[in-house]
C-alpha cells in the first residue's frame, strides 16, 4: 500500500468523526480534530496521541510510541503510540481510543 492510499484507507476508517482535517507533517501527515492534534502517519504507521490517562492500552496490546533519532543522534519517543491493527478493525473501540487520544491532546495542549 502506497502512503497515499494508506492516508486515504485511515480517512475512510475515521469518517465517522466530525471535522477531522489531514496536514502533511514531518515527512508524514497529522490529523487534527476542532484544531486539536491526536494522530499522525509516519511511514504508513498509524500513531495517537497518548497520555497516562490511556497509555496502559497501549502497553496491553504491545505497541510502541513513536520515535526519532534527533540531530544530536540521540532516540527521542513522541507521547504518539502505535495503533494495533485489531484496533483499526473494530469500530466500536477503534471509536474509543479516538475519543481518548483527542481527550489526552486536550490535556496537552491545557498543560
Known sequence: MSNTEYVDFILDVLSSFRNIKLRKMFGGYGFYKD?????????????FKVDDVNLAD??????????????????????????????LENNDKLTQWVEKSIAAARRAKHK
Do not use: C, E
Open 35 to 47: 484544531g486539536i492534534f491526536f494522530a499522525l502517519i509516519i511511514a504508513d504507521i498509524l500513531y
Open 58 to 87: 497501549y502497553k496491553a496490546n504491545g505497541s510502541q510510541p513513536f520515535s526519532y533519532v534527533n540531530k544530536n543522534g540521540k532516540r527521542v519517543a513522541m507521547s504518539y503510540w502505535k495503533v494495533p491493527g485489531d484496533i
